[in-house]
């Protein structure tokens, strides 16, 4: 089945600490994006990704980075620069071109910073 | 960039119809969405409008003006299951803005 993966759902750090979110998609989708959303507010953009090897920074970039080396996989590192990182990340892909550019989104990772 | 304003909070009783609007203002308009999201999952997709007028899908519509700048999420023979939260998306250049969020509560 094609789909988005995001693992794992529920992620505990201690504060301080780098931790990795990892999206993996096999819809061969050009374009990755990620979210975060925090309780009762809508999904904010951290960075997106639309072709292999490049991205760029959303509305709330800093304390973030990311890598795109494959088409398949965008994962994002939550570094202890980011001031609070307590909060629900969700990946999500895209076809260029597509009929009517559908964002697919992974089941996201409930990230809890102690 | 993007501003997007949707109500909080709707309620609604099981078997009626219920309205959701969006208002957006845009530097780039590549077309408006709909997604449903219940608590801790992901959004799921609902509906798509990029031209003027009103798209349904079963007991799911969705209208656009793009003139006016507004959208609604129209959903008919409310189920208990739509209690979730609907948000409205706008795609620019790239990317897409979401609003906060509207939370539908059905009550019987």
């Known amino acids: ?114 | 960039g993007q501003n997007i304003d949707q109500p909080t909070e709707m309620t609604a009783t099981e078997g009626a119809i219920v309205q959701i609007n969006c208002t957006y203002q845009t530097s780039g308009f590549n077309g408006l969405f709909w997604y449903q999201q219940h608590a801790g999952e992901a959004p799921t997709f609902l509906s798509y409008n990029v031209l003027d007028g009103l798209e349904e899908k079963g007991r799911f519509s969705s209208f656009l003006s793009r003139s006016k700048g507004y959208s609604y999420l129209l959903l008919k023979e409310l189920q208990m299951k739509d209690s979730a939260s609907y948000l409205c998306a706008v795609r620019g250049p790239g990317k897409s803005t979401f609003g906060d969020g509207t939370t539908l509560t059905v009550k019987p």
């Open chain 1, 1 to 114: 089945d094609g789909g988005i993966t995001q693992s794992p759902k529920y992620l505990f750090r201690k504060e301080g600490q780098n931790v990795t979110l990892s999206c993996e998609q096999n819809l061969n989708h050009d374009a990755m994006y990620w979210y975060r959303q925090d309780p009762g507010q809508g999904l904010r953009l951290i960075y997106y990704s639309q072709i292999v090897n490049d991205f760029q920074k959303g509305d709330i970039a800093e304390g973030y980075s990311v890598s795109r080396e494959k088409k398949e996989s965008f994962p994002l590192t939550v570094t202890s620069a980011q001031k609070n990182p307590t909060a629900f990340y969700l990946c999500a892909s895209i076809t260029s071109g597509g009929k009517n550019n559908e964002q697919f989104f992974g089941p996201g990772t409930r990230l809890t910073v102690l």
